[in-house]
């Protein structure tokens, strides 16, 4: 008679086919993933590892659907680009002003994308219809095509700085740094000041703390719309910028 106790029944391996399907890889589904890292840890941690890693795969897998991480955040600029609202109501100006504070509103909120804008020419579907909408605004303003062909570029510029800037501040927020702590910091700087060395901010101090950034943000709109019906168009024979840098280079 055996001694030997006996030895428990392995458990049957587990089929393929119990185990639940992942969903398809596609490019759409990365940019999904892209953008769950990026809501929650930022701009940092959108690499391809990071977004392989997210939907169970391999960063090999990725590169069918993206070519490099920097297509890949183009992709989630132009995914986020959707999300910006068109104003209906109001003049041509109230139209232009309301669709760019959105603009900055949208990215600024994306932690980091708008750095994403920097260097480079949006060249997505939804920036072309957003690029769009602000020359048909533009147009019904009563600018000229020279004018509007330019301007375009700079009022991008603007809301890509001002996005950015707000992101950065949210992240400071973020971090546990009060509002009105930082906002204090920065008057108290100003108040210490001595006023023979720097007449003209002492003076003026009051005055460059006033104002919501909203309302900061139209003027500067404003200002810049003023300067496009008066500043004389662009030259008919200046160069045209080319891939390699410039009209005039080789």
């Known amino acids: 008679m055996s001694t030997h106790e006996p030895q428990p029944a392995r458990p049957a391996p587990r089929s393929r086919r119990d185990r639940p399907a992942k969903a398809p890889l596609s490019q759409r589904a990365i940019v999904e993933a892209a953008m769950r890292l990026l809501d929650s840890e930022g701009l ?9 890693q ?20 183009d992709l989630l600029l132009d995914q986020v680009m959707a999300e910006i609202l068109v104003p209906s109501d109001g003049t041509w100006q109230d139209r232009l002003i309301g669709l760019l504070q959105n603009s900055v509103a949208t ?11 920097f260097g480079t020419i949006p060249t997505g579907r939804n920036a072309m219809a957003l690029q769009e909408q602000v020359m048909g605004l533009l147009r019904e303003g009563g600018l000229g095509d020279a004018v509007i062909a330019w301007a375009v570029d700079l009022l991008a510029l603007l809301v890509t700085a001002s ?16 509002q009105l702590a930082v906002l204090q910091r920065v008057e108290d700087a100003f108040a210490t000041l001595p006023p023979e060395q720097f007449p003209l901010i002492v003076a003026l101090r009051p005055l460059m703390f006033t104002g919501s950034g909203e309302e900061r943000f139209r003027w500067w709109i404003e200002v810049i719309l003023s300067g496009l019906a008066t500043v004389p168009p662009p030259h008919a024979g200046m160069s045209v910028d080319t891939p390699n840098g410039g009209g005039d280079r080789p």
């Open 44 to 52: 940092d941690a959108v690499t391809m590892r990071r977004v392989a």
């Open 54 to 73: 997210e939907l169970d795969t391999g960063p090999a897998s990725l590169y069918v659907y993206v070519s490099n991480r920097r297509h890949l955040l």
């Open 107 to 117: 990215l600024g909120k994306r932690r980091g994308l708008a750095l994403v804008a």
């Open 163 to 178: 996005a950015v800037e707000e992101s950065i501040f949210d992240v400071r927020l973020a971090e546990g740094e009060a």
